[in-house]
């Protein structure tokens, strides 16, 4: 089972963003860090900002911050939302002409282990995998904002 590289730079924005709390975060800067194209990432932005996980600010001083918080951010529901589909095989597809197609069980064993690995993620939050938020902010040359009492 593989994601698409837009479902792993969605993780990735996510957890980036996530970690500069408040702060505004551009696309140059995700980019930057991850060392991936600013066209593919912007395109996963607007995604992120449409389907309401990231606030996108416009103008000279704008960019990204999470929306709603990293403890309401499903992985499971993030991935599917990302994932163009998830045919893993062809017979998953409408137009499937694969000889085997009505006497094969194929199909519904990987939809099983479609919808068990859905499900594993369905248990995790984005806060759940940012409970090591230090060492990911340095290995992301990240500052962390203080949180202000």
């Known amino acids: 089972m593989q ?14 963003v996530a ?27 607007n995604r992120l900002v449409s389907r309401g996980y990231l606030d996108g600010v416009r103008g000279k001083n704008g960019g990204l911050r999470l929306k709603v918080p990293a403890d309401q951010i499903v992985l499971g529901r993030l991935v599917r939302e990302m ?26 064993v990987l939809n099983e282990a479609l919808q068990a690995f859905l ?14 938020e230090q060492q990911l902010a340095r290995l992301l040359a990240i500052r962390i904002p203080t949180v202000a009492a």
């Open 119 to 132: 499900a594993v993620l369905d248990r995790y939050t984005l806060a759940d995998i940012l409970h090591n």
């Open 3 to 16: 994601l698409t590289r837009f479902s792993d730079y969605a993780l990735r924005t996510l957890i980036y």
């Open 19 to 45: 970690l500069r709390r408040d702060q505004l975060s551009t696309i140059a800067d995700v980019a930057d860090t991850y060392d991936i194209s600013r066209n593919h990432l912007m395109k996963v932005a």
């Open 83 to 108: 994932e163009p589909d998830m045919n893993l095989v062809e017979c998953f597809q409408e137009n499937c002409e694969c000889r085997l197609q009505h006497a094969c069980s194929l199909a519904g």
